[in-house]
Antibody
Framework: QVQLVESGGGVVQPGGSLRLSCAAS????????MHWVRQAPGKGLEWVTF????????YYPDSVKGRFTMSRDNSRNTLYLEMNSLRPEDTAVYYC???????????WGLGTQVTVSS | NFMLTQPHSVSESPGKTVTISCTRS????????VQWYQHRPGSSPRNVIF?????PSGVPDRFSGSIDSSSNSASLTISGLETEDEADYYC???????????FGGGTKLTVL
């Protein structure tokens, strides 16, 4: 069965950096685009990034563009999210999600907590 | 650019039917597929409807989706409500014009 396990969350000061990972299993990882989605405390789901199946293109909303970088290692079935210049408003649970077709998030991990605070 | 707007909360009794709406701010609701996700506290979000009205395997047929072009909205209907249906529900669509994925603000369903 599909499993997505996020790690790397923690507490970081404003302006700091953090690298999240997502280990995937139960499907052919290299065939699918992947996403990161976050949920801030008391807020809804917010799409953060998408990376194509081959890692050749990523997409970001304006809220994280220039600060976050998504990558993948298809040989290790692992997804990464490098987060720089972190702000208090980046505090959230970060989920990785498997893409299906162009639009669908069909499987999700349990998430990892990121807290940006001094 | 478009936004998806959902009611903040809905409540209904066990055994009844509830409908959650999702209104698109600009452009036609029919131009991009709508998905729905169930999110219980402490759990992963779960896709319950994709491509407007399709159910993933394992999702009970009590869950159904539809779109209405006259109101430019999508709807998630849950019939025969059970206490386990209590969760936050999110609609979502893909904005192909800028390769962005858009979520509605979420609706808290209370089954009481």
């Amino acid at each position: 069965q599909v499993q997505l396990v996020e790690s790397g969350g923690g507490v970081v000061q404003p302006g700091g950096s953090l690298r999240l990972s997502c280990a995937a299993s139960g499907f052919t990882f290299s065939n699918y685009g992947m996403h990161w989605v976050r949920q801030a405390p008391g807020k809804g789901l917010e799409w953060v990034t998408f990376i194509r199946f081959d890692g050749n293109r990523e997409y970001y909303p304006d809220s994280v563009k220039g600060r976050f970088t998504m990558s993948r290692d298809n040989s290790r079935n692992t997804l990464y999210l490098e987060m720089n210049s972190l702000r208090p408003e980046d505090t959230a649970v970060y989920y990785c999600a498997k893409g299906k077709g162009a639009a669908i998030f069909d499987y999700w991990g349990l998430g990892t907590q990121v807290t940006v605070s001094s | 650019n478009f936004m998806l707007t959902q009611p903040h909360s809905v409540s209904e009794s066990p055994g009844k039917t509830v409908t959650i709406s999702c209104t698109r701010s600009s452009g036609s609701i029919a131009s991009d597929f709508v998905q729905w996700y169930q999110h219980r506290p402490g759990s992963s979000p779960r896709n319950v409807i994709f491509e407007d009205n399709q159910r993933p395997s394992g999702v009970p047929d009590r869950f159904s989706g539809s779109i209405d072009s006259s109101s430019n909205s999508a709807s998630l209907t849950i019939s025969g409500l059970e206490t386990e249906d209590e969760a936050d529900y999110y609609c979502q669509s893909y904005d192909g014009s800028r390769s962005h994925w858009v979520f509605g603000g979420g609706t808290k369903l209370t089954v009481l």
